[in-house]
């Protein structure tokens, strides 16, 4: 499945950003998806994740009760809302297919867009 996240930007902390990833080549719905982001200097780390059937969603700890993953089967594309950013949300954000639901390591996704660079200024 080819991946391709867009939506990022700059924005001023508190404020908002909604990434959107759009999914092709294989059937969308047969796969659990996934945001990481990587900041300058440390490793790619997992962000949020959605089941196949949206039924079930898990969030990092930094992240939950600010940031929302959600998936339109339909249009093959999974969302991440952002809501209250922060300056540390600075990061490079990509989207990823996993073949396995509840997976925040990111070696369990088969398939990776390029990313997105999203920065929060304070």
């Known amino acids: 499945v080819q991946l391709q996240a867009s939506g990022g930007g700059l924005v001023q902390a508190g404020g908002s950003l909604r990434l959107s990833c759009a999914a092709s080549g294989r059937t969308f719905s047969n796969y659990a998806m996934g945001w990481f982001r990587q900041a300058p200097g440390k490793e790619r780390e997992f962000v949020a994740g959605i089941n196949w059937l949206a039924g079930s969603t898990f969030y990092a700890d930094s992240v939950k009760g600010r940031f929302t993953i959600s998936r339109d089967n339909a249009k093959n594309t999974v969302y991440l809302q952002m809501n209250s950013l922060k300056p540390e949300d600075t990061a490079v954000y990509y989207c990823?297919?996993?073949?396995?639901?509840?997976?925040?390591?990111?070696?369990?996704?088969?398939?990776w867009g390029l990313g997105t660079q999203v920065t929060v200024s304070s």
């Open positions: 990823a297919a996993s073949l396995s639901n509840y997976e925040r390591n990111r070696y369990a996704y088969n398939f």
